[in-house]
Structure formats: structure tokens, C-alpha cells
Nanobody, 122 residues
Framework: QVQLVESGGGSVQAGGSLRLSCAAS????????MAWYRQVPGNQRELVAR???????NYADSVKGRFTISRDNAKNTVYLQMNSLKPEDTAVYHC????????????????WGQGTQVTVSS
């Protein structure tokens, strides 16, 4: 099993910044990609950013140019630097980990963190 623990959420004004962290432990060899999703109550989770072990990244169009995902493989930790935050970024942000193939399809088990709240005020 893999355990994911998130931290770094909080409340900021529009235009501010936050950095989220997600530390993974357990069967780390089962992971080759980590990601951040966000969810507003009543909505489905949205993929915000994903990073592969080799460093390839993907971002939602709504956060391109504002958010940066990075990973420290030695620490088994992924980060999400969020700049120029907007009220519409308000959500619970969840860390995710799994194994993806060449076509970016998840294979086998995947894992979710408990979530951390991000609130951006006008």
C-alpha cells in the first residue's frame, strides 16, 4: 500500500501564493506518477497537474502559467506551487499517486491523500 499525506493548504487573498506538499510512503515502487486534483462539493474531481518520474508534466488549462508541479524522488514528495491565485481556485486539493503506461493510462492500484483545503478570497 501507499500512503499520501498532504499539507500546505490555507486561506489567501486573490493574487497570493501557496505551496502544497504531498509525502508518499509505503510501496513507492508501485508509483511512477503523482498528481494534484481538486474538488468543489457537488463537482467531480478535476486534474490540476501531474508529474511523471522522468519529470514530464501536464496541467489543466485553467492553471497553466500560474501553478508548477515538482517532485523530489529522493524524498518521495510532490509539490504544487500555486501563484496568482484566484477565487475560482478555491477547492479541496487531493494528492494522487499511481502507475501510468506509455499512453498515460493508470494501471493497477492508485492512491489518494485525505485532501487539503485551499480558500482564495476576493
Amino acid at each position: 500500500q501507499v500512503q499520501l499525506v498532504e499539507s500546505g493548504g490555507g486561506s489567501v487573498q486573490a493574487g497570493g501564493s501557496l505551496r502544497l506538499s504531498c509525502a508518499a510512503s509505503g510501496s513507492i515502487s508501485r508509483i511512477n506518477a503523482m498528481a494534484w486534483y481538486r474538488q468543489v462539493p457537488g463537482n467531480q474531481r478535476e486534474l490540476v497537474a501531474r508529474i511523471r518520474n522522468g519529470g514530464t508534466t501536464n496541467y489543466a488549462d485553467s492553471v497553466k502559467g500560474r501553478f508548477t508541479i515538482s517532485r523530489d524522488n529522493a524524498k518521495n514528495t510532490v509539490y504544487l506551487q500555486m501563484n496568482s491565485l484566484k477565487p475560482e481556485d478555491t477547492a479541496v486539493y487531493h494528492c494522487h499517486a499511481g502507475w501510468i503506461n506509455y499512453y498515460n493510462d493508470y494501471v493497477g492500484d492508485d492512491y489518494w491523500g485525505q485532501g487539503t483545503q485551499v480558500t482564495v478570497s476576493s
